[in-house]
């Protein structure tokens, strides 16, 4: 036993099923992409076999990988993988980093994903974007992998702009909709947000450390090593980890854009805003802890933020009157919840609150099609009669209290048109700003030509409209 038990753990088993993790996903949507390019209409059930069996023996490879790492005398796996380019000093590798924290996610990923591609491949049945979806249902995958095994903030980078772009694109599924297109592009610049945050922790964190791989910085390994930082240094990074976090798990005050990401197919919502995606931000939080730790001030913001999620979310949900909203800002209540256990450094809590959270909602997500049906069969088989709500703790308060709790919850709070005037309008002025000068085409009779704006007054530019005659007379 103890022999079969080195065997499965050893490094060359453990480096096969993290090169099947991490490239199978994306191999399957690769094929897919593939043959619609090629002109081939393929049909929707070898569109679900391909994706099925790619993502399944993903699943099944990545779960393997998080059960012998376990096994292994520290439990933990460090393995670079290869290296994508050199400069000087400085290698990018592609390595995999897994310890208990990523084990676990990676075991949840493992178990929520192929389940969520065989409802899709029935769920979608006759919709036109059909192999469009199991493409970006890859990708997803894909990215969810390399951002939980990463070895070091530079891979994770890479799966969490993968996750981030299959969402925002997802959420525009049924693009002829104008308000579904609206909602990924709101989707897609919080996204933007978050990834500015997590690139400028990653820059800071070479300045700083020299180094971004999870097991030799932010004391992964060593944990004095976080001291090493510095508190100036660990409050910068923690801060902008912090930003990337709330961006990317709906937290205050970026929680109302889970509400439009609603407008995405069911089974992309459970995967995304019930599952993986909403909780990336609680991973990354829970990764680097070792500096919340040594930063009072990240401290006091990291359980700030959610607190104030849990309560403003969890006051939006009760008062949503559709069943996908409702649980988007349920979902994001309880990652606030996560993140505020993260703060007071209940981490073990934290990650298990995580698990229990993401398959709870899993189910939910899935059976929100058919709550009304639900609903009425759980009423008949308890004998039927008025329906009788429960007691809440809100009923305590005074009747003038209460109401104002509902309409500030109905407008969640206003964060989101707070948003809008002090973030949205102005960065959409400057856009308009800067591009108001730009040249521009315009149609003439011999072809379109450039129009002398001011950036074509610069010495360096030169216009077609000051060309065009020299043209006519190099040719007389």
Same mark, same amino acid.
């Given at each position: ?38 002109? +081939? ?14 993502? =399944? ?21 460090? *393995? ?39 409802? =899709?491949?029935?769920?979608?049945? %006759? *919709? ?37 772009? =299959? ?38 964190? $070479? ?14 390994? %060593? ?45 992309? &919502? ?18 680097? *802890? ?11 913001? +990291? ?22 909203? =409702? ?29 229990? $959270? ?11 099609? &058919? ?21 809440? +703790? *809100? ?36 856009? $308009?700003? +800067?591009?108001? %000068? ?19 007054? $610069? ?18």
């Amino acid at each position: 036993m103890d022999a079969l038990s080195t065997a499965l753990t050893a490094v060359p088993v453990l480096h096969v099923l993290a090169l099947l993790t991490l490239l199978l996903p994306a191999a399957g949507a690769l094929l897919l992409i593939l043959l619609s390019v090629s002109g +081939v209409q393929p049909h929707e059930r070898w569109i679900a076999i391909v994706s099925g069996v790619t993502m =399944s023996a993903a699943a099944i490879a990545a779960f393997f990988l998080a059960t012998f790492t376990m096994l292994r005398p520290g439990r933990e796996f460090d *393995e670079v993988l290869w290296t994508m380019y050199e400069v000087g000093s400085y290698r990018l590798d592609i390595a995999v980093y897994v310890d208990p924290l990523s084990a676990k996610l990676t075991a949840l990923g493992a178990v929520v994903i192929p389940v969520l591609c065989r409802y =899709s491949a029935r769920y979608l049945h %006759n *919709e036109p974007g059909y192999l469009r979806y199991f493409v970006l249902l890859g990708v997803a995958a894909t990215g969810f992998f390399w951002f939980v095994l990463g070895g070091s903030v530079d891979v994770a980078f890479f799966g969490w702009e993968l996750l981030g772009l =299959s969402s925002a694109l997802l959420v525009a599924f049924y693009w002829e909709r104008p308000h579904t297109v609206t909602a990924s592009g709101r989707v897609f610049a919080t996204y933007r947000v978050a990834d500015i945050a997590l690139l400028g922790g990653v820059v800071l964190l $070479h300045h700083y450390a020299r180094s971004s791989g999870w097991a030799t910085v932010l004391g992964v390994v %060593n944990p004095e090593h976080g001291l090493h930082l510095g508190l100036f240094p660990a409050t910068v990074l923690g801060l902008a980890f912090l930003l990337a976090a709330i961006g990317k798990s709906a937290l205050f005050p970026a929680t109302g854009y889970v509400v439009r990401a609603m407008e995405g197919p069911t089974p992309s &919502s459970a995967l995304f805003y019930g599952t993986l995606s909403i909780h990336a931000g609680v991973y990354l939080l829970l990764r680097v *802890e070792p500096l919340v730790s040594h930063a009072p001030v990240v401290r006091a913001a +990291v359980i700030t933020v959610g607190c104030l999620t849990a309560i403003t979310a969890s006051l939006g949900a009760r008062v949503r009157a559709d069943a996908k909203g =409702s649980l988007a800002l349920a979902s994001a209540a309880q990652t606030g919840l996560m993140v505020a256990e993260i703060g007071m450094g209940w981490t073990a809590f934290a990650q298990w609150h995580l698990l229990a $959270h993401g398959l709870l909602r899993l189910a939910q997500f899935l059976r929100s099609p &058919s709550w009304l049906q639900d609903a009425a069969e759980r009423r008949s088989a308890l004998g039927g009669g008025r329906y009788r709500s429960g007691f809440h +703790v *809100e009923r305590l308060l005074p009747e003038g209290l209460r109401d104002g709790l509902y309409a500030a919850a109905l407008s969640r709070f206003g964060l989101d048109a707070l948003i809008d005037r002090l973030v949205a309008r102005p960065l959409e002025a400057l856009a $308009h700003r +800067v591009s108001r %000068n730009r040249p521009r085409l315009r149609p003439t009779s011999d072809g379109p030509r450039i129009h002398a704006g001011p950036l074509c007054r $610069h010495p360096a530019i030169r216009t077609t409209e000051s060309i065009a005659p020299d043209r006519k007379e190099g040719g007389a």
